[in-house]
């Protein structure tokens, strides 16, 4: 059996990152799988500060995007997160076979506290991934489709799993991630040596799947490039190579097509070529969002029926497990 879960949070606009390194694939596992879930994880967008009007939207704008990128409520599970109160209870028991220096390695943990510090860093951060394993465990995931940058929280998933499971008996499935090799780690156009992120300072660091023609070609043209002007990939290119990986990813053309197509014309010729591809492929889901979006009171109702399904699977694992513990009457 092929179970399928993953999620995002709504704690920004949406990028091309994610969606090349997440909803991509999700779309094309939801025909394969057996059971696809797909989550809103708002209780993890709290981990840092949220404003909660800005969060409410988020979080129906994540819905539809889900929606427009072709995500299809018959043959998937969406739901939000935090109308599912087995999420933060299964997190609570699975804090109880964590421990501390798991968490302590996790580089998400040791990227996010810098950026303040870590005696103002919420406990809520440091315990983000086990949330996250909950989320997993809960539905008999075998996969979890993401990004790179979440190898190591699905690998923490996996040994609470088998913790849990030789502690109590037999009680959890045991995911693995599955990472598409070509987009797993798009980077920032502001800054290649760091990926593309919500939570960037600048809104140059990333193409919004909702941002227009206009947006999307100042971006590129001021996205940065390398040293040499030869449109080519190479490690000591970073720039460069990831513009062509994105590019190859918008365009169904290889890298190696479109670098001989650019071969002796310059970063401007290249940087248009590229722009028009972002914006032809983005337009027909930014299409579709925009009706989605329009019609809030259908989008609920299939939030809601998503959290009804979700609720008959997570209930029966919680039930389970507390059964294993030896919790309750
Ligand atoms: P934040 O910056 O707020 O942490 P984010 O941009 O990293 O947000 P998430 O909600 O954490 O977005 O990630 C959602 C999914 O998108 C995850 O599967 C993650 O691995 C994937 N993802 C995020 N950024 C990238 C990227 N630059 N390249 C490829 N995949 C990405
Ligand atoms: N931490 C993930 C989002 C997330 C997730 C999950 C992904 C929360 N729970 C369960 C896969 C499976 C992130 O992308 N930052």
């Given at each position: 059996m092929k179970k399928v879960f993953s999620g995002i949070q709504p704690s920004g606009v949406i990028h091309l990152g994610n969606y090349l390194g997440a909803i991509k694939q999700w779309v094309e596992l939801q025909d394969e799988a057996d059971q696809a879930v797909f989550c809103i994880v708002d209780l993890h967008a709290i981990t840092v500060p949220q404003d909660p009007k800005t969060l409410k939207q988020n979080?129906?704008?994540?819905?539809?995007?889900?929606?427009?990128?072709g995500i299809d409520p018959n043959k998937s599970i969406i739901f939000v997160q935090s109308s599912r109160p087995e999420h933060a209870e299964l997190a609570w028991i699975l804090n109880t076979v964590t421990k501390m220096g798991e968490l302590s390695r996790m580089t998400q943990f040791k990227d996010k506290s810098q950026?303040?510090?870590?005696?103002?860093?919420?406990?809520?951060l440091f315990d983000y991934p086990v949330l996250m394993a909950a989320d997993i465990l809960l539905y008999g995931t075998t996969h979890?489709?993401?990004?790179?940058?979440?190898?190591?929280?699905?690998?923490l998933a996996r040994d609470l799993a088998l913790r849990f499971n030789s502690r109590?008996?037999?009680?959890?499935?045991?995911?693995?991630?599955?990472?598409?090799?070509?987009?797993?780690?798009?980077?920032?156009?502001?800054?290649?040596?760091?990926?593309?992120?919500?939570?960037?300072?600048?809104?140059?660091?990333?193409?919004?799947?909702?941002d227009d023609a206009e947006t999307i070609a100042?971006?590129?043209?001021?996205?940065?490039?390398?040293?040499?002007?030869?449109?080519?990939?190479?490690?000591?290119?970073?720039?460069?190579?990831?513009?062509?990986?994105?590019?190859?990813?918008?365009?169904?053309?290889?890298?190696?097509?479109?670098?001989?197509?650019?071969?002796?014309?310059?970063?401007g010729q290249f940087k248009k070529s590229l722009a028009e591809a972002i914006v032809a492929y983005l337009k027909?889901?930014?299409?579709?969002?925009?009706?989605?979006?329009?019609?809030?009171?259908s989008l609920k109702k299939i939030l809601e029926d998503g959290s009804r399904r979700a609720k008959i699977l997570a209930e029966k694992t919680l039930l389970d497990v507390k059964e294993k513990i030896g919790l309750g009457l």
């Open positions: 979080i129906l704008s994540v819905a539809a995007l889900y929606l427009a990128a950026k303040t510090s870590i005696e103002s860093a919420s406990v809520g979890v489709p993401v990004g790179e940058d979440q190898k190591q929280h699905v690998e109590y008996g037999t009680t959890f499935t045991v995911p693995e991630p599955l990472i598409r090799r070509e987009s797993a780690r798009i980077m920032g156009l502001d800054d290649p040596a760091k990926k593309m992120s919500k939570s960037a300072q600048s809104a140059l660091n990333y193409i919004a799947i909702l100042n971006k590129i043209k001021r996205a940065v490039t390398d040293s040499e002007s030869e449109i080519k990939v190479g490690a000591e290119k970073p720039a460069i190579t990831n513009l062509l990986n994105i590019f190859a990813e918008v365009s169904d053309q290889s890298v190696a097509e479109i670098e001989q197509e650019f071969q002796g014309k310059n970063y027909p889901i930014q299409e579709k969002y925009d009706k989605i979006i329009q019609d809030e009171d």
